[in-house]
Nanobody, 114 residues
């Protein structure tokens, strides 16, 4: 079992930046593929980014060049740095651990608005 707690969301102006953090508890953090999903109002939840246990990464097309996912295995924490934010980035962002069996955090709201 892995417990995940996200932080760092809030209200951001268009063009601004935000850094989300996800602290994990439980064993084996370094072995998990970690990810960030988001769900906008009225839309399906979508994968934003993943970081694998070898450090390789994946980004969905809509955030490529604007987002960076990283992990600190010593701190059991994964991060999502988002830059050049757009109103369409407004969503609840969820941290995940695993691929086949996925553990979810409770989510953190990011609102991009002037």
């Amino acid at each position: 079992q892995v417990q995940l707690v996200e932080s760092g969301g809030g209200l951001v102006q268009p063009g601004g930046s935000v850094r989300l953090s996800c602290a994990a508890s439980g064993s084996g953090f370094s072995t998990y593929t970690m990810g960030w999903y988001r769900q906008a109002p009225g839309k399906q939840r979508e994968l934003v980014a993943r970081i694998f246990n070898d450090g390789s990464t994946y980004y969905t097309d809509s955030v490529k060049g604007r987002c960076t996912i990283s992990r600190d295995n010593a701190k059991n924490t994964v991060y999502l740095q988002m830059n050049s934010l757009k109103p369409e980035d407004t969503a609840v962002y969820y941290c995940t651990a695993g691929i086949i069996t996925i553990f979810w955090g409770q989510g953190t709201q990011v609102t991009v608005s002037s």
